[in-house]
């Protein structure tokens, strides 16, 4: 008995990060627009910490510094 809620419990974990994976479908999904406020903020926090220095990498996410 033991093995099958052990089984049970492994098959729902790889059902949650497949789904998980997926963030804009699936059961548990965002909207870009949610992705987009994040990014704000998180450029703002880096303006805020780093004031004055360039971000990192560019809109598409290349790295523009060493």
Do not use: K
Not at 8 to 17: A, D, R, V
Not at 18 to 46: K, L, N, W, Y
Request: with cysteine.
């Amino acid at each position: 008995m033991p093995l099958f809620v052990l089984a049970g419990l492994f098959t729902g974990s790889l059902l949650l990060i497949a789904d998980i994976d997926r963030p804009f479908s699936g059961q548990i999904h965002i909207s870009s627009t949610a992705m987009e406020d994040t990014v704000g903020d998180i450029g703002e926090d880096f303006a805020e910490d780093h004031p004055g220095r360039p971000l990192s990498c560019d809109a598409q996410g290349a790295r523009t510094a060493p």
